[in-house]
C-alpha cells in the first residue's frame, strides 16, 4: 500500500524539529510577553469582560427593555475589541522575533529536505493544499508529502496546544467563528 521509499527517520526528524521550534518560540514569547504584568493585566481584564459580556447577552433574553441592555452589550464588546487589539498590538514584538526564527530554521530545513518525500498522503489533497504538500517535489504523485506540510502542521498542533495548556491565550466565551448574537448550545 505504501512506498518503502519513504525513510520515516526523516518524518519523525521533522516532528521533532517543529515540536523543538514550538516549544522555543513559545518560551521567547514567554520571556518577552506572558511573564510581564501588562499581559497579565490585559489579560484578567479581557477574561472578566468577556464573563460581564456574556451576563449581559442573557439578561436581554429576559429584559423587557432590551433597547438599553442591548447598548450596554454594545459598549461592552466594544470595550472588549479594544483590548483584544490591545493585547494583539503588545504581542507584535515577540511575534516578528518568532517569525525571523521560524523563517530561518524552516528555510535550513527545507534546504536539507529538498525533493525528498518524507510521508505518502491516503488522499489526493485538494488545489490550494497541494502547493505546499508537493512543494519541491518531483514527479506527479499528489499523494507525496514533503516536509513543509508536516513541520507547519505539526508546530501549528504543538504551540496551539502549548499555549492552551499553560493559560497563555485569554479564555473568552466568544469564537471567532461564531456570529454575533447567535445562540450558544
Same mark, same amino acid.
Given at each position: 500500500? =505504501?512506498? &518503502?521509499?519513504?525513510?520515516?527517520?526523516?518524518?519523525?526528524?521533522?516532528?521533532?524539529a517543529?515540536?523543538?521550534?514550538?516549544?522555543?518560540?513559545?518560551?521567547?514569547?514567554?520571556?518577552?510577553?506572558?511573564?510581564?504584568?501588562? =499581559?497579565?493585566?490585559?489579560?484578567? $481584564? #479581557?477574561?472578566?469582560?468577556?464573563?460581564?459580556?456574556?451576563k449581559e447577552?442573557e439578561? @436581554?433574553?429576559?429584559?423587557?427593555?432590551?433597547?438599553?441592555?442591548?447598548?450596554?452589550?454594545?459598549?461592552?464588546?466594544?470595550?472588549?475589541?479594544?483590548? $483584544?487589539?490591545?493585547l494583539?498590538?503588545?504581542?507584535m514584538?515577540? &511575534?516578528?522575533i518568532?517569525?525571523l526564527?521560524?523563517?530561518?530554521?524552516?528555510?535550513?530545513l527545507?534546504?536539507?529536505?529538498?525533493?525528498?518525500?518524507?510521508?505518502?498522503?491516503?488522499?489526493?489533497?485538494?488545489?490550494?493544499?497541494?502547493?505546499? &504538500?508537493?512543494? $519541491?517535489?518531483?514527479? #506527479?504523485?499528489?499523494?507525496?508529502?514533503?516536509? @513543509?506540510?508536516? =513541520?507547519?502542521?505539526?508546530?501549528y498542533l504543538?504551540?496551539? $496546544?502549548?499555549?492552551? =495548556?499553560?493559560?497563555?491565550?485569554?479564555r &473568552?466565551?466568544?469564537s471567532?467563528?461564531?456570529?454575533?448574537?447567535?445562540?450558544?448550545?
Open positions: 500500500m =505504501y512506498d &518503502t521509499d519513504i525513510a520515516w527517520v526523516d518524518t519523525f526528524s521533522i516532528i521533532l517543529a515540536c523543538f521550534t514550538a516549544g522555543l518560540a513559545e518560551t521567547i514569547s514567554w520571556f518577552l510577553i506572558y511573564r510581564t504584568d501588562d =499581559y497579565k493585566s490585559l489579560k484578567k $481584564n #479581557i477574561e472578566s469582560l468577556s464573563k460581564q459580556v456574556e447577552r439578561k @436581554i433574553v429576559v429584559a423587557s427593555k432590551q433597547k438599553a441592555q442591548e447598548k450596554k452589550v454594545t459598549k461592552s464588546e466594544s470595550m472588549l475589541k479594544n483590548m $483584544n487589539q490591545q494583539s498590538s503588545s504581542k514584538k515577540s &511575534t516578528m518568532v517569525a526564527f521560524m523563517i530561518a530554521f524552516i528555510s535550513t527545507s534546504s536539507t529536505y529538498q525533493g525528498v518525500v518524507v510521508a505518502k498522503l491516503p488522499f489526493v489533497p485538494f488545489s490550494l493544499l497541494q502547493s505546499m &504538500t508537493h512543494r $519541491n517535489l518531483p514527479g #506527479i504523485d499528489m499523494t507525496d508529502c514533503s516536509m @513543509i506540510f508536516i =513541520y507547519v502542521l505539526t508546530s504543538v504551540r496551539t $496546544n502549548i499555549q492552551k =495548556y499553560f493559560g497563555f491565550s485569554p &473568552t466565551p466568544f471567532m467563528w461564531d456570529q454575533p448574537g447567535a445562540p450558544k448550545y
